[in-house]
């Protein structure tokens, strides 16, 4: 067989077109293998060249250096199509991390229709609810009309955990069914666990409507 | 036949499939004599979760993971589908059985310390395992989405929004966005159906790999430690002597006990069906009880009863701390003895954490800390007296919601202190200061009692003593 030097058959950086083709096979064949003892012959007589490859091209460093630029080469093709793939699926995933929040005023109601001096569950959507969010596009909230006219709304959750306050119109108490938290009238912990007072949401009337000012679940 | 069988030899001579399986199936273990039906329960854990597979992917044949439509589609299934009521049932016990068996095996690997080595990784999988399980179980009832369930997501992102730092953005990660809505429910179903099952399948074949390279353990000898230097020739010595093959010498046990489990299952679902579905997922639906299932019952009365200053201490690092203790506890003990005789703190462990999950689950089911919302006037038969004093001191009682926290002959809640008998541990003055300052988990009334109220509520307390009619 054969032998000649591997610097005939440089193209640039000292790479042949067989070596490539080498490179290929030894990779699919051989790959399990650490030396560099086999030859090419397939390639000597398929007019390719002179392809003649054995393991003592080793002899300059010159196999190394391939296997190495191909290692890093094609780890870095597929850890760039790792990362392509994985950055749009990792940002959906994350969204709602850097998705931003909206607040609008919702109307719960005519300013008539609350009674001064009472507190009032009232309603209002989500300010920009999924198409398929049905019923839980929804959430409520403590209204109360002072004498002085203003309006005040809490949240209907619980400081504590988040379970919905309850109101007892005669002992002017929010009690929660979760773990046993009291507040006054005023929102302000008069008992059990919660760690604050209920949260307060903006309100405005707007002509003859009362308007809530939605916002973020209250959080810890 | 024969076609069936050359076309049987065809696939296994192109695949090998039944050869490699044989590896495995009939990997020599130790008799274990005396002890081997303990080693059932992880096989039957497999089962359980087996089930759990099966039935929920026919579940979500008709299930719709849309908050508008989920709760329509379970009623679907459990009122008009066929077998439906069977399925959902089979479902839900599975996950019982699971979270049940997990335990039981953990607790039996823990008492016979079949973590210590070489079983390191085999303990450390399996607490992955653990944990996902009960993700598996919380992202499950939320699927029901009714009532109880969106008030439970509400809870579970509030406690998850008191880790410091990342707690805000982990709680509207879990919400999938500021708010509960459209997205909620389809985050928690690809939780429960894709991500986990998936972490929980990669898992289960490293956990079932570990059993089949390192060996199921041998039973405890006492007084026969393990030494990581010569246990594995040991082990080795003993399968030589002692061992049988798996399959299908030990392996029955495991086929009847899982057996055992898919028909209590089974008949379970058909006796008592699965649990009943809440109101509509209607946030301003707010005269809600949210309750967590059976198997966090006792997490639930732990954040009820704990002092209220530890609170996010407990919430945030308790499952932190537990999960690490457990996860190294094969890293910090390989070694030593294995019979329980011979581990008296292992089996204390065990027993205070059975006795202490336990009672705070049966203190969970009572729920003793929530008011009662619904309670019934006090009946003249109770109050007992003409006195118009007493009378409307009994009707303040009521009208003021002290009965919701106070029982008076066993209507009320027990949220505070029963006040059948209250005249007979305070006085007067003690019963005024206690309701005009309230107390630990007392509401003050004095800025709102009027002083004729006041005096007729208290009036009405000190009638409450042994000598009032249907007090005994």
Redesign the interface.
């Known amino acids: 067989m054969a032998k000649q030097k591997w610097k005939k058959h440089e193209l640039s950086f000292g790479i042949t077109k067989a070596h490539f083709l080498a490179i290929f096979f030894r990779v699919r064949d051989h790959g399990d293998r650490l030396g560099f003892d086999y030859e090419l012959d397939r390639f000597c007589d398929g007019g390719i060249g002179s392809t003649h490859i054995n393991n003592r091209m080793d002899e300059g460093g010159f196999m190394m250096k391939r296997r190495s630029f191909l290692y890093k080469g094609v780890g870095g093709l597929a850890g760039l199509a790792g990362l392509a793939a994985l950055i749009p699926g990792l940002g959906f995933f994350?969204a709602?991390?850097v998705?931003k929040?909206r607040e609008e005023w919702e109307p719960v109601g005519k300013v008539d229709d609350f009674k001064t001096g009472t507190t009032t569950?009232v309603?209002f959507e989500?300010p920009s609810?999924?198409?398929?969010?049905?019923?839980?596009?929804?959430?409520?909230a403590w209204l109360r009309r002072d004498p002085d006219g203003n309006f005040v709304a809490f949240s209907?959750?619980c400081t504590?955990?988040?379970?919905?306050?309850?109101w007892?119109a005669?002992?002017?108490?929010f009690?929660c069914?979760?773990?046993?938290g009291?507040y006054?009238?005023d929102g302000e912990v008069?008992?059990?666990?919660p760690?604050r007072a209920l949260t307060r949401y903006q309100v405005r009337t707007s002509g003859e409507n009362v308007e809530i000012r939605t916002a973020?679940?209250p959080?810890? | 036949m024969k076609v069936i069988k050359n076309l049987a030899n065809w696939f296994e001579d192109r695949t090998g499939l039944v050869a490699a399986m044989q590896i495995p199936a009939t990997h020599p273990v130790p008799k274990n004599k005396g002890w081997s039906w303990y080693y059932v329960l992880g096989s039957a854990t497999l089962v359980s979760f087996l089930i759990q597979v099966f039935t929920g992917t026919l579940l979500s044949l008709s299930y719709i993971p849309?908050?508008?439509?989920a709760y329509q589609t379970l009623q679907f299934i459990t009122h008009d589908a066929f077998f439906g009521r069977i399925l959902r049932g089979m479902h839900f016990f599975g996950a019982s059985a699971m979270i049940l068996l997990m335990g039981l095996h953990m607790i039996r690997t823990f008492l016979m310390a079949s973590y210590k080595y070489p079983r390191e990784v085999s303990w450390m999988s399996g607490v992955f395992l653990l944990f996902l399980t009960i993700g598996m179980g919380f992202t499950g009832q939320l699927l029901r989405w009714d009532q109880n369930a969106?008030?439970s997501v509400?809870?579970g992102?509030?406690?998850a929004?008191?880790v410091p730092l990342i707690?805000?953005?982990l709680?509207?990660?879990m919400?999938?966005?500021?708010?509960?809505?459209?997205?909620?429910?389809s985050r928690f179903y690809s939780m429960h159906v894709f991500f986990l099952p998936g972490i929980i399948y990669g898992l289960i074949g490293l956990h079932l790999f570990l059993v089949v390279r390192n060996g199921i353990s041998d039973r405890p000898r006492r007084g026969n430690p393990v030494d990581p230097a010569t246990y594995r020739e040991e082990y080795h010595s003993l399968l030589k002597k002692e061992g049988e093959p798996f399959w299908p010498n030990a392996a029955w046990k495991d086929v009847v006990f899982g057996s055992i489990v898919v028909l209590s299952i089974v008949a379970l679902a058909i006796a008592f069906g699965p649990p009943e579905i809440g109101l509509?997922?209607?946030?301003?639906l707010?005269?809600?009880?949210?309750r967590p299932d059976w198997y966090l019952l006792w997490y639930y009365a732990v954040?009820?009863l704990l002092p209220?200053a530890s609170?996010?201490f407990v919430i945030v690092l308790g499952p932190v701390i537990f999960a690490v203790l457990i996860f190294i506890l094969p890293l910090i003990s390989n070694r030593g003895e294995r019979h329980p005789a011979r581990r008296p703190w292992a089996v204390a462990t065990v027993l205070a954490t059975v006795a202490l999950i336990a009672s705070f689950t049966v203190a969970g089911y009572y729920a003793n800390?929530?008011?009662d919302?619904n309670p019934k006037p006090i009946p003249a038969s109770v109050i007992a007296s003409q006195d118009p004093k007493i009378i409307g001191g009994a009707h303040l009682f009521f009208?003021?919601?002290?009965i919701?926290?106070h029982q008076i002959s066993g209507n009320g809640g027990k949220?505070g202190p029963d006040l059948s008998l209250v005249a007979e541990r305070l006085n007067h003055d003690e019963l005024v200061i206690r309701i005009v300052n309230?107390?630990?988990?007392?509401?003050?009334?004095g800025?709102?009692l009027k002083p004729q109220d006041l005096s007729d509520i208290v009036s009405f307390l000190e009638s409450r003593k042994r000598n009032t009619p249907n007090q005994e």
């Open positions: 994350f709602p991390f998705e929040k569950e309603t989500d609810p999924l198409p398929w969010a049905g019923v839980v596009a929804k959430t409520a209907v959750n504590h955990l988040g379970c919905p306050v309850d007892e005669d002992a002017e108490l009690m069914p979760c773990h046993g009291v006054t009238k008069a008992g059990g666990p760690p973020e679940l959080l810890a | 849309s908050s508008s439509q969106i008030w509400v809870v992102v509030e406690q929004a008191r707690g805000k953005s709680a509207h990660f919400l999938g966005g500021d708010v509960l809505g459209g997205a909620t429910l509509p997922p209607d946030p301003t707010i005269h809600a009880q949210p954040l009820s209220h609170e996010t800390w929530s008011p919302f009208a003021k919601a002290c919701n926290c949220r309230g107390g630990y988990n007392m509401p003050p009334f800025p709102t």
